[in-house]
């Protein structure tokens, strides 16, 4: 069996639909996604409809609680947006009651056992889902994250790596939506339990689509577009 972990797509369909097209060429059996499928970008409901599509099992991320945070009255769209962009506006105007609904029964973990190998999903980390969690980050910390597991599976920081553990191995798996090593690339990683193997994936697409739209939605918000072009042609 060969499952795929994504993390942090944030409203790019884009590199989404690269992912996609890996996944469906690479035989996956299962999905697991660790949160974060809106924010900063602009399709946030078609995003939530082809994980749903692809029967992917799926968790909470932060930006999902500040959409519910939103929806709830206790923080604005406007201080949002100056913060992440147009993405929970979008989600706010796409989504219907059913879907919101849907979302807001969603876990901020999942703990699962598939071939006799057992599996920990995060979003930020163990202990605190809003922690990031980098491949420079102290050993200290990183006891923290012991789970047990043979494999435990964050996303948050945007940072894809591995650190071996204790017991087993914690994979941030990265963002598919907004890379911040490199624009223009999808970071998601493939647990093959045939051999109990983590394989790193790093999916090109062409972000020009996306810069268009933050330009025509976010022209003012600059990260959005540098972010999406670091390290392209350098």
Same mark, same amino acid.
């Given at each position: 069996?060969?499952?795929?972990?994504?993390?942090?797509?944030?409203?790019?369909?884009?590199?989404?639909?690269?992912?996609?097209?890996?996944?469906?060429?690479?035989?996956?059996?299962?999905?697991?996604?660790?949160?974060?499928?809106?924010? @900063?970008?602009?399709?946030?409901?078609?995003? @939530?409809?082809?994980?749903?599509?692809?029967?992917?099992?799926?968790? $909470?991320?932060?930006?999902?609680?500040? !959409? !519910?945070?939103?929806?709830?009255?206790?923080?604005?769209?406007?201080?949002?947006?100056?913060? @992440?962009?147009?993405?929970?506006?979008?989600?706010?105007?796409?989504?219907?009651?059913?879907?919101?609904?849907?979302?807001?029964?969603?876990?901020?973990?999942?703990?699962?056992?598939?071939?006799?190998?057992?599996?920990?999903?995060?979003?930020?980390?163990?202990?605190?889902?809003? !922690?990031?969690?980098?491949?420079?980050?102290?050993?200290?910390? !990183? %006891?923290?994250?012991?789970? *047990?597991?043979?494999?435990?599976?964050?996303?948050?920081?945007?940072?894809?790596?591995?650190?071996?553990?204790?017991? *087993?191995?914690?994979?941030?798996?990265?963002?598919?939506?907004?890379?911040?090593?490199?624009? *223009?690339?999808?970071?998601?990683?493939?647990?093959?339990?045939?051999?109990?193997?983590?394989?790193?994936?790093?999916?090109?697409?062409?972000?020009?689509?996306?810069?268009?739209?933050?330009?025509?939605?976010?022209?003012?918000?600059?990260?959005?577009?540098?972010? $999406? %072009?670091? *390290?392209?042609?350098?």
């Amino acid at each position: 069996m060969r499952i795929a972990v994504l993390s942090d797509i944030h409203g790019n369909v884009f590199a989404l639909d690269a992912v996609i097209n890996q996944i469906q060429q690479k035989q996956i059996d299962r999905i697991f996604f660790l949160g974060d499928l809106m924010g @900063y970008y602009y399709h946030p409901k078609l995003i @939530y409809q082809k994980l749903k599509e692809l029967n992917a099992t799926m968790i $909470l991320g932060n930006h999902e609680h500040l !959409f !519910f945070d939103c929806l709830d009255g206790l923080i604005s769209t406007d201080s949002l947006r100056i913060r @992440y962009g147009s993405g929970h506006k979008m989600a706010k105007e796409q989504f219907s009651s059913v879907e919101i609904a849907e979302l807001r029964k969603l876990p901020n973990q999942h703990l699962d056992t598939i071939e006799d190998v057992s599996i920990a999903c995060y979003h930020g980390s163990p202990f605190d889902k809003d !922690f990031y969690l980098y491949p420079d980050t102290e050993q200290e910390i !990183f %006891k923290k994250c012991e789970t *047990g597991a043979d494999f435990t599976f964050v996303g948050h920081s945007h940072y894809p790596f591995i650190a071996q553990m204790s017991k *087993g191995f914690l994979v941030n798996v990265g963002s598919v939506g907004q890379s911040r090593k490199k624009g *223009g690339i999808a970071n998601w990683c493939i647990l093959n339990l045939n051999n109990a193997v983590i394989e790193m994936q790093s999916t090109p697409y062409n972000v020009n689509s996306l810069l268009n739209l933050v330009n025509k939605y976010d022209p003012d918000i600059t990260y959005l577009s540098s972010i $999406l %072009k670091r *390290g392209i042609n350098e």
